[in-house]
């Protein structure tokens, strides 16, 4: 089936612009979480979505950095006035959240942003 | 989170069994064991993830000790196309969703 899927998977943008990226989850999958990673480095959490609600957006870097969710489905990312240190690949995740003990993640692809 | 322990890289030869350990000593009751990994420039996939009895799928199998303080990861037969981080989390259990921690993870590469 289709699994989780982010766009664009490239994004090049100057300094001081906003970025939107977008995360479609996988079908019924009620729980998405992004994530970021910068070259040669682990995975940071962000913020995280149990339907439309963010009940953690205990990782977001700056006030900068912002996200919804509509419909308990499609997410975007918005980081505004973009800073060179934003350079990374944005992760997005979605789990069903049937059971507090077992709640696998899937992963999609990634965005590629790159702050010149 | 409980704390998870791992090489740092390992090697192996295609072909061959990639028997990758994880210790977890610290680990809960209720807490699952997952395994992850991550191949260059890609997104992390998962893998496996088992309470304490041993699991078996399409990928890999898992082997958890009786005490659930370690386990190990098996890639039965591994390509050249798992070579990867391999990540053993230990998520915590919780009424709210998580981040999952991937630590440094275990680098596997696997030679003709």
């Not at chain 1, 934003?86 to 590629?112: E, H, I, M, N």
């Not at chain 2, 958890?64 to 050249?80: F, G, V």
Request: glycine residues 8%; proline residues 6%; hydrophobic residues 30%.
């Amino acid at each position: 089936g289709a699994g989780v899927s982010q766009s664009p998977s490239n994004k090049v943008t100057e300094k001081g612009k906003d970025v939107e990226l977008r995360c479609d989850p996988i079908s019924g999958h009620t729980a998405l979480y992004w994530y970021r990673q910068s070259l040669g480095q682990g995975l940071e959490f962000l913020i995280y979505f149990q339907g439309n609600s963010a009940p953690d957006k205990s990782g977001l870097p700056s006030d900068r950095f912002s996200a919804e969710r509509t419909g308990g489905s499609v997410s975007t990312l918005t980081i505004q006035r973009t800073q060179q240190e934003d350079s990374a690949v944005y992760l997005c995740a979605s789990s069903l959240r049937l059971l507090p003990s077992t709640d696998t993640q899937y992963f999609g692809p990634g965005t590629r942003l790159t702050v010149l | 989170d409980a704390k998870t322990t791992q090489p740092p890289s390992m090697d192996c030869a295609e072909g061959r069994a990639a028997n990758l350990p994880c210790n977890h000593s610290t680990i809960s009751g209720n807490e699952y064991v997952y395994w992850y990994r991550q191949i260059h420039s890609q997104g992390p996939q998962y893998i496996i993830h088992g309470l304490k009895n041993n699991e078996t799928n399409e990928m890999a199998s898992l082997i958890i000790t009786e005490d659930r303080k370690s386990s190990t990861l098996i890639l039965p037969h591994a390509t050249l196309r798992d070579t990867a981080v391999y990540y053993c989390i230990v998520p915590p259990v919780s009424n709210s969703g998580y981040a999952l921690n991937f630590g440094k993870g275990t680098s596997l590469l696997v030679t003709p």
